[in-house]
């Protein structure tokens, strides 16, 4: 199984900081990753998938880049609405894996 | 309107069973694969069991071997997921997921508790 680890696991900044979350993989499976955003009591909501294409309706302050085994999300400037949990997510294979998830909270 | 919605979730004694329903509206299980992902309770996203739109493909974590059976009933668009041996850690939110060329369609979840 792909194994995928995210860094770091809490972030602590303020809005229109400049975040960036990060997930490397054991294996290389080229772009079949997407990146989530959770709220409590929330399902995941999908942001980014195949690595870099944004979900229609997300912001354009959301990006994602990277390929093989590293990949990062990146919020541009970041709003009150952004504060939540954030999931990197492999899926090249039917055994999916998710990143440990990474907490983003008010500095 | 494109949807899932799962159902059948509670609370139940270990060594018990349980049978979740995801209901799809909006589309065809065709040519989509079928997840169930849970969530324990403070915890992060863990993948349970998947199966292809044809019961072709069937795959499950470690975690649930044996003791779990996902499957399907495509004249009705509905995905269950059979839970048999439950133990206090199979306790989470369990959400089911489209994976049709991307992971794009996910239900609201529900609650299993495993407790005596």
């Known amino acids: 199984d792909i194994q995928m680890t995210q860094s770091p696991s809490t972030l602590s900044a303020s809005v229109g900081d400049r975040v960036t979350i990060t997930c490397r993989a054991t294996?290389?499976?080229?772009?079949?990753l997407a990146w989530y955003q959770q709220k409590p009591g929330k399902a995941p909501k999908l942001l980014i998938y195949k690595a870099s294409t944004l979900q229609s309706g997300v912001p354009s302050r959301f990006s994602g880049s990277g390929s093989g085994t590293e990949f990062t999300l990146t919020i541009s400037s970041l709003q009150p609405d952004d504060f939540a949990t954030y999931y990197c997510h492999q899926y090249s294979t039917y055994l999916w894996t998710f990143g440990q998830g990474t907490k983003v909270e008010v500095k | 309107q494109v949807q899932l919605v799962e159902s059948g979730g509670g609370v139940v004694q270990p060594g018990r069973s349980l049978r979740l329903s995801c209901a799809a509206s909006?589309?065809?299980?065709?040519?989509?694969?079928m997840h169930w992902v849970r969530q324990a309770p403070g915890m992060g996203l863990e993948w349970v069991t998947v199966?292809?739109?044809?019961?072709?493909?069937?795959h499950y974590a470690e975690s649930v071997k044996g003791r779990f059976i996902v499957s399907t009933d495509n004249s009705k668009n509905i995905l269950y997921l059979h839970m048999n041996s439950l133990r206090p850690e199979d306790t989470a939110v369990y959400y089911c997921?489209?994976?049709?060329?991307?992971?794009?369609?996910w239900g609201q979840g529900t609650l299993v508790t495993v407790s005596s």
């Open positions: 294996q290389s499976f080229s772009d079949w």
């Open positions: 199966t292809s739109y044809d019961g072709t493909h069937i």
């Open positions: 997921a489209r994976d049709f060329s991307s992971p794009d369609l």
């Open positions: 909006g589309f065809t299980f065709n040519g989509s694969a």
